[in-house]
């Protein structure tokens, strides 16, 4: 059986021994980081970072998988030195709002978590309703019928008022409850009658 080396294969995309299947750039990102002077095994060795690719004129979307791919970091400068890095990504990320901008803005600073925060907040005044916007439910031992323990008991399957009662099945709340079915198809025909 013959053996052939990779450096005899004509066409062959392979880097070197190095390259993974997660860890391979295409030929056109390798082209892309060629024409911008940069070396394919760099970036697989994190020396550049998402901005320092792009800064060196390779493709944002290129740049952007790259950086996906091998995990590479944002920036080399972190923010702390004043380049306000942190403000600007901000300022770019789409969808947020005012208030998640004015938070990372405060974050910035050394004393972001502190707990005096000088921020003016509306109270929104609300007025309180006469009555209630619904009715009051009828207890169900208003309903002909239904003493204290009847309505213990119903309150068990979830009937705890006579307008749940008018809406039963009364075979299911029988075999639920092990009641006599006559007697729950009354109650809720009483129910009905009262809700009505």
Known sequence: ?????????????????EDTEGSRIGGDERATLEEAGLEPAAVRE??????????????ESVADDLRRK???????????????????????????????????????????????????????????PDERPYPKPTPVTAVTGVGPDDADTLAEAGIRSAERLATITATEVANALDLDVLHVRAWRHNARELVD
């Open 1 to 17: 059986m013959d053996r052939v080396s990779k450096e005899y294969v004509v066409g062959s995309t392979d880097s070197g021994p």
């Open 46 to 59: 994190k020396r550049h970072s998402y901005r320092s690719l792009l800064e060196a004129g390779v493709d």
């Open 70 to 128: 091998f995990s590479l970091p944002w920036s080399f400068v972190s923010d702390g030195d004043g380049d306000g890095d942190l403000d600007r990504r901000s300022n770019e990320v789409r969808g947020l709002g005012e208030a998640e901008r004015e938070w990372i803005a405060v974050s910035d600073d050394e004393d972001w978590q502190s707990f005096e925060y000088e921020a003016e907040f509306e109270t929104v005044g609300r007025e309180r």
